[in-house]
């Protein structure tokens, strides 16, 4: 399973305070309106049945919420002119998120099925929710970030910054659970989602993204992949298609 989002830029792992300059306001009051609307769509997910996976899609993707869709792209508009303040914020709401389910949702479950409330299958209902939980946020950060990448300027990210969002969006794309990825929907919607974001990243970034793969693929290029390790690799050659070649225009590179 992807673990979230790897090292933090900001440790306490908190969705930022009120403004504190003037320049502030604005992340702000669009950060507040988006965290609300993605913490409802969250507690929507988390109230569905367990007999069956609903798909993320179905509950957040694009095109289903203008508003929703909407303040992704005001994000995306701030983070041209402060870029750093708008990806803290999206993956330390993202860390928020690390805590347990709340009593709340486990309650609701144990009173529509209550076999959940006997003896380990408690723990599983903990469990199962859990990582329902975890799935939702990486994905709403995942679409977060790409509103973002999408209309930056290639110098917008800053050599620190950009480095940093490379390295753990490399980090969580490359060692998915890959057998969870085979049996459940949501997870490869995710990994697809981490390798989307790559491409957006190689955007701006082409020649440090894509070493990264050329390294991570080394051992395909000299014959060296053990039979066993095949769908590893695979699932790295098929993150590429998110990665454009571009010739033209020159400042592209």
Not at 46 to 70: A, C, I, R, V
Not at 82 to 92: E, L, Y
Not at 146 to 159: C, H, R, T
């Amino acid at each position: 399973m992807f673990s979230g989002d790897g090292p933090s830029m900001e440790e306490d792992g908190k969705v930022p305070s009120g403004p504190k300059m003037p320049s502030d306001y604005a992340l702000y009051a669009v950060f507040i309106r988006f965290s609300t609307l993605a913490e409802a769509k969250m507690t929507a997910f988390l109230h569905e049945t367990l007999d069956h996976e609903p798909l993320l899609t179905n509950f957040m993707g694009p095109s289903l919420d203008p508003k929703f869709d909407d303040l992704m792209s005001s994000l995306g508009k701030i983070a041209q002119e402060h870029p750093k303040p708008v990806i803290d914020s999206i993956r330390c709401w993202r860390r928020s998120h690390n805590e347990n389910v709340s009593p709340n949702i486990l309650k609701h479950h144990a009173s529509q099925s209550p076999l959940w409330t006997r003896g380990a299958r408690v723990q599983e209902l903990f469990t199962l929710l859990n990582e329902r939980k975890l799935l939702t946020s990486i994905y709403i950060m995942c679409r977060a970030l790409i509103a973002v990448l999408s209309i930056l300027s290639k110098d917008a990210l800053g050599d620190t910054l950009g480095f940093t969002l490379e390295e753990t969006t490399f980090e969580q794309f490359k060692r998915p659970d890959l057998k969870l990825v085979a049996q459940s929907a949501n997870h490869r919607l995710n990994a697809e989602l981490y390798a989307m974001l790559l491409g957006h990243l190689a955007n701006v970034r082409f020649v440090s993204v894509t070493d990264r793969f050329l390294c991570e693929l080394e051992p395909v290029m000299n014959g060296q992949v053990a039979k066993y390790l095949d769908t590893k690799y695979k699932h790295l050659v098929k993150g590429l298609r998110h990665i454009q070649l571009r010739v033209w225009p020159p400042e592209a590179f």
